[in-house]
């Protein structure tokens, strides 16, 4: 049964649908599976999120009707009904529109991965025909007939060339300030080849594992001045390759990497098209969010430019050295609005505000002597008088009283009623419902979020909207003032040196991560405990981790197992005692006894992972108990846990074991009764 939206296979013998059958294929892949959107997209999908007051989709859409695409296969993931039901209000549902499209659904998708498989088992690209690959938030103007036209020539002279990555050589002012990792492509300039791939965590300096034979090419080109677009020309091959490898989940660091990695086996080949002269990029993370924006409101993108209305969003008009305007807006005298500033159509603006360098959305109402700089306000934001707002993102259909002051990096989500007087201090992200927050209350109806721990999101994050490498400094300014010096910095040049072995910490950096996630999908599979146990016996071989890696890697991903079923609803003694009498022998191997030191660094890695997660208290209590009845956590490893200082090192920490005093209480009291019947026995 075809998709939502799909028409079903035209048959055989009739022109007018034999040229549907043939149409330029695209799958759109709405979800990313990262959350350096939260806590926005905790209750929006990422993708219709508005840049420049205008949805993220659109821009993709209007890409890729410029291609000539004639079907769209779009995977929206998380909060799908809203996207549908966007789309099919849209002009992009009516007969009018350049392509089919079609919505594909998978519940079960953990990462990209999981779609591609999905997608290759449907056979709609059993075909010979190329298709394109998109993210869901590209912003280009870019013609991509000339890449199209290199990839087919290359096919034609090699079936196994099955892919071609766009990239764009960045500008020097806005090269690598994302938080991003920062990626590196080996290219073989002659046959515009990619022969290796890696990622580097911002600050990190770089080194590679190069394969000896990439090495032998007469001219190499290390890049790290590339922005990749996520836009891939693809061939059916692609698909197969994710089905043929479980392992593959990301684009780029799993699936890219490992195709090249293994090129003698497969010998498939992966090409670029770098562009130089044309617009394209993705809104990757907030640091992209901010400079795209910025490019938009500066015309850097005539084609796209605001006051060119390409979108069904409003009227809008650049004045003379003045702002952008939306049709209908209202603007009290005096008030001061800057030429880098956009307002939305039928928003208000009360005497003596102050707008610099702002995007303000549709249907907004901005009160009495307010100052707002270099921020985004979302449709139908209300704000009283007197208000300060520096570099922050108001979500829409938000609140905000008199006298307020958000702080510089502060993200408030949708729908969240700040009482007057209200403080939001830098970097602070708040949500209009305790669920997946911290519990601390802010402004009388909002919540504080903090973000998973170990969320590799968050890997070198300071306050503020945009964050930066060093070298950027002195061309993107930053909203943050407190961001450290990275150790090794990474020098101008276009094409770098490197050493060739990683560093112990990047090493486990990924095996925790890659470990965990693998532990994750496998426990959602149902597999075996003995067939786990023999794959994470080959991962800590291959990432060469020590046995305390192991044993964290392992308690992070039980506990965020048992974590995300609470979550869903189910109880957490009942979550603790199925996942751990399951995969027991995961965190003890059969016959072999823990020492109470092993015993006490798992309970607090356990502890570790729980901490800022929404009933994490009640989880770790549930998991201490049951650890208990197994023996696993035997009475002096509970105690000395208990007194250990790690345990309570910070209010985090310390209300997560909260919930573990009534079995502690218990232990003591059954100690004491033992020490009353020996002295009786005496």
């Known amino acids: 049964m075809p998709p939502k939206g799909q028409k079903a296979p035209a048959g055989k013998g009739k022109g007018g649908e034999d040229k549907q059958e043939e149409a330029f294929r695209a799958i759109v892949l709405a979800d990313s599976f990262e959350t350096k959107f939260t806590p926005f997209t905790l209750e929006r999908p990422r993708c219709l999120l508005p840049l420049a007051n205008t949805p993220l989709l659109e821009y993709t859409f209007e890409f890729l009707a410029s291609a000539g695409v004639g079907e769209v296969y779009m995977y929206a993931g998380a909060h799908t009904e809203q996207v549908e039901t966007y789309v099919q209000a849209s002009k992009w549902s009516q007969k009018s529109s350049p392509f089919r499209l079609s919505f594909l659904r998978d519940e079960t998708a953990t990462c990209v991965g999981d779609v591609m498989r999905n997608l290759d088992s449907k056979h709609i690209f059993d075909k010979s025909a190329d298709f394109l690959v998109v993210s869901g938030d590209i912003v280009a103007d870019y013609p991509i007939h000339q890449a199209l036209a290199a990839h087919r020539t290359r096919r034609e002279r090699n079936k196994d060339a099955?892919?071609?990555?766009?990239?764009?050589?960045?500008?020097?002012?806005?090269?690598?300030?994302?938080?991003?990792?920062?990626?590196?492509?080996?290219?073989?300039?002659?046959?515009?080849?990619?022969?290796?791939?890696?990622?580097?965590?911002?600050?990190?300096?770089?080194?590679?594992?190069?394969?000896?034979?990439?090495?032998?090419?007469?001219?190499?080109?290390?890049?790290?001045?590339?922005?990749?677009?996520?836009?891939?020309?693809?061939?059916?091959?692609?698909?197969?390759?994710?089905?043929?490898?479980?392992?593959?989940?990301?684009?780029?660091?799993?699936?890219?990497?490992?195709?090249?990695?293994?090129h003698e086996l497969n010998g498939k080949t992966i090409h670029t098209y770098i562009t130089r002269s044309h617009y394209v990029a993705r809104i990757a993370d907030l640091p992209c969010y901010d400079t795209i924006s910025r490019d938009l409101v500066s015309g850097k993108v005539p084609s796209l430019a605001i006051e060119n209305n390409i979108f069904r969003n409003g009227s809008y008009s650049r004045s003379y050295a003045g702002p952008i305007l939306g049709q209908g807006v209202i603007r009290s005298r005096p008030s001061q609005i800057d030429s880098a500033t956009v307002i939305g159509p039928g928003t208000s603006i009360a005497r003596d505000t102050r707008l610099a360098r702002s995007l303000v959305g549709s249907r907004c109402n901005i009160g009495k002597r307010c100052r707002i700089r270099q921020s985004y306000i979302w449709d139908d934001v209300t704000i009283g008088s007197d208000v300060s707002i520096e570099n922050a993102i108001i979500g829409s259909e938000t609140f905000i009283g008199d006298n307020c002051t958000i702080e510089e990096g502060a993200l408030i989500s949708f729908g969240v009623h700040l009482v007057a007087g209200t403080n939001v201090p830098a970097g602070v992200k708040v949500t209009k419902t305790s669920n997946g927050a911290s519990g601390?209350?802010?402004?009388?109806?909002?919540?504080?979020?903090?973000?998973?721990?170990?969320?590799?999101?968050?890997?070198?994050?300071?306050?503020?909207?945009?964050?930066?490498?060093?070298?950027?400094?002195?061309?993107?300014?930053?909203?943050?003032?407190?961001?450290?010096?990275?150790?090794?910095?990474?020098?101008?040049?276009?094409?770098?040196?490197?050493?060739?072995?990683?560093?112990?910490?990047?090493?486990?950096?990924?095996?925790?991560?890659?470990?965990?996630?693998?532990?994750?999908?496998?426990?959602?599979?149902?597999?075996?405990?003995?067939?786990?146990?023999?794959?994470?016996?080959?991962?800590?071989?291959?990432?060469?981790?020590?046995?305390?890696?192991?044993?964290?890697?392992?308690?992070?991903?039980?506990?965020?197992?048992?974590?995300?079923?609470?979550?869903e609803g189910r109880s957490a003694t009942e979550a603790a005692h199925e996942t751990i009498n399951t995969y027991q022998y995961l965190i003890r191997r059969e016959r072999v006894e823990q020492s109470t030191a092993e015993q006490v660094e798992f309970l607090l890695e356990v502890q570790r992972t729980l901490s800022r997660r929404n009933q994490g208290g009640k989880v770790f209590g549930a998991i201490a108990i049951e650890l208990y009845n197994l023996d696993i956590a035997e009475e002096d490893a509970i105690m000395l846990w208990w007194n250990d200082k790690q345990s309570q090192k910070n209010e985090e920490m310390a209300g997560v074991r909260e919930l573990t005093k009534p079995l502690i209480d218990r232990l003591e009291e059954s100690d004491s009764e033992s020490e009353e019947d020996e002295d009786e026995e005496e």
């Open 440 to 567: 601390t209350e802010i402004g009388g109806g909002g919540y504080e979020y903090q973000d998973d721990e170990d969320d590799e999101d968050d890997l070198d994050a300071a306050p503020g909207l945009v964050y930066m490498h060093r070298r950027a400094a002195d061309s993107v300014s930053t909203l943050g003032s407190d961001i450290s010096e990275p150790e090794s910095p990474i020098d101008n040049s276009r094409s770098q040196s490197f050493a060739t072995t990683q560093s112990d910490e990047d090493s486990t950096d990924r095996f925790q991560h890659d470990t965990v996630a693998i532990l994750l999908q496998r426990m959602q599979e149902g597999h075996k405990v003995d067939d786990m146990q023999s794959e994470l016996m080959g991962l800590r071989f291959s990432g060469s981790a020590d046995e305390v890696s192991v044993r964290k890697a392992v308690a992070a991903a039980i506990s965020r197992r048992i974590h995300s079923q609470v979550e």
């Open 162 to 262: 099955i892919m071609t990555m766009l990239l764009r050589e960045a500008p020097e002012e806005v090269r690598l300030h994302s938080k991003t990792p920062l990626p590196t492509f080996v290219i073989d300039p002659v046959n515009d080849r990619c022969l290796h791939y890696e990622e580097t965590p911002p600050h990190k300096q770089y080194s590679a594992h190069i394969e000896a034979e990439a090495l032998k090419q007469p001219e190499l080109d290390i890049r790290q001045d590339l922005l990749d677009c996520r836009i891939d020309i693809c061939a059916p091959d692609v698909l197969t390759l994710y089905s043929d490898n479980f392992d593959h989940q990301s684009p780029r660091k799993d699936f890219l990497f490992g195709v090249l990695k293994d």
